[in-house]
C-alpha cells in the first residue's frame, strides 16, 4: 500500500476505510506490532454495528450524488509504510504537514 492512497469515488473510499489495520500498540488491544482489523479507525469509539455504519456512509454518498453536490475526495495514508532502509516514511504526527501538503497538491 503507498504512503498516500486517493479513493476512485465514495463507494470507493468508504471500502477503503471499511479495511483498514492497524498495528496493534501498547494502547491497543492485541500484541503489540501485530495488525488488528479496525473499520474507519473506530474500534474503541463504535457504538452501533458497524454494517449500519457502512449503510450510512454509502447511503450519505449516494443522495449526495444524486443532489449533485460535490463530495469531498477520501484519501488513506498508510502510517506503517517503511521505506528501504527499515523506517517509516512518515514518522508520526510530528510530519502530518508533509503528508497534507502532498494531499493539497494533488488536489
Excluded at 479495511?19 to 474507519?40: I, S, Y
Amino acid at each position: 500500500m503507498p504512503l498516500v492512497t486517493e479513493a476512485f469515488d465514495w463507494q470507493h473510499g468508504v471500502y477503503l476505510a471499511a479495511n483498514v489495520a492497524l498495528e496493534a500498540t501498547a494502547a491497543a488491544e492485541g500484541t503489540v506490532g501485530t495488525l488488528r482489523r479496525d473499520p474507519f479507525a473506530m474500534r474503541p469509539f463504535r457504538e452501533c454495528d458497524m454494517t449500519r455504519y457502512f449503510e450510512h456512509w454509502l447511503r450519505f454518498g449516494a443522495a449526495a450524488t444524486l443532489d449533485s453536490r460535490q463530495l469531498p475526495r477520501i484519501y488513506l495514508v498508510n502510517g506503517f509504510r517503511k521505506g528501504a532502509d527499515g523506517r517509516y516514511l512518515w514518522p508520526g504526527y510530528g510530519d502530518n504537514a508533509r503528508v497534507l501538503e502532498w494531499i493539497v497538491g494533488h488536489c
